[in-house]
């Protein structure tokens, strides 16, 4: 999993929990408000430069969900 952090992507190790289809429960590897790759992971690398698409949104619960697309910004992708 990647997180952005100061406009880079940062490879992170997380743990996961309960999986059910496309949806993971991640026990540990994440802090409240990281922001994580969701698209392009395929060529992405660990200190690239990456663009935030989107901004986190509201869950139908209120809660903060974080849904930040990201793109590689190195040229030549």
């Given at each position: 999993?990647?997180?952005?952090?100061?406009?880079?992507?940062?490879?992170?190790p997380v743990e996961t929990g309960h999986l059910s289809g496309e949806l993971a429960e991640i026990r540990k590897g994440l802090s409240e408000g990281d922001q994580v790759v969701t698209a392009g992971k395929i060529t992405l690398r660990d200190g690239?430069?990456?663009?935030?698409?989107?901004?986190?949104?509201?869950?139908?619960?209120?809660?903060?969900?974080?849904?930040?697309?990201?793109?590689?910004?190195?040229?030549?992708?």
């Open positions: 999993m990647y997180v952005v952090r100061e406009g880079k992507a940062v490879r992170t690239a430069a990456v663009e935030v698409l989107n901004a986190p949104t509201a869950d139908a619960a209120g809660a903060e969900v974080d849904v930040a697309h990201v793109a590689a910004a190195e040229a030549g992708r």
